[in-house]
Nanobody
Framework: VQLQASGGGLVQAGDSLRLSCAAS????????MAWFRQAPGKEREFVAR????????NYADSVKGRFTISADNAKNTVYLQMSSLKPDDTAVYYC??????????????WGQGTLVTVSS
């Protein structure tokens, strides 16, 4: 399984941004896809996840109501729509699959990360 994340960039506080993660390979072996993020000097943390079969979604409290995760199974792509961005959202964002749960250790496959920088 290979994951390719894209869509990061430099934005101002309050702006919106959409991240994409395209999966290829044996994607049928997993049903959950997730986004994590890692800010400088901090541990990687859960952001959101989606069950590609039932479209069940879960979010970290810090992004609930501002971020929306979605999936297009026909394209094997998962998205993270981020709105009302804050400087605290600045991080490298990673997509992950091949697992479940809310911890990075629970996933086997990772994208390369895409940097999101939110200026105040």
């Amino acid at each position: 399984v290979q994951l390719q994340a894209s869509g990061g960039g430099l934005v101002q506080a309050g702006d919106s941004l959409r991240l994409s993660c395209a999966a290829s390979g044996r994607t049928f072996i997993t049903s959950w896809m997730a986004w994590f993020r890692q800010a400088p000097g901090k541990e990687r943390e859960f952001v959101a996840r989606i069950n590609r079969r039932g479209f069940i979604t879960n979010y970290a409290d810090s992004v609930k109501g501002r971020f929306t995760i979605s999936a297009d199974n026909a394209k094997n792509t998962v998205y993270l729509q981020m709105s009302s961005l804050k400087p605290d959202d600045t991080a490298v964002y990673y997509c992950a699959m091949g697992g479940s749960g809310y911890r990075p250790e629970g996933y086997n496959y990772w994208g390369q990360g895409t940097l999101v920088t939110v200026s105040s």
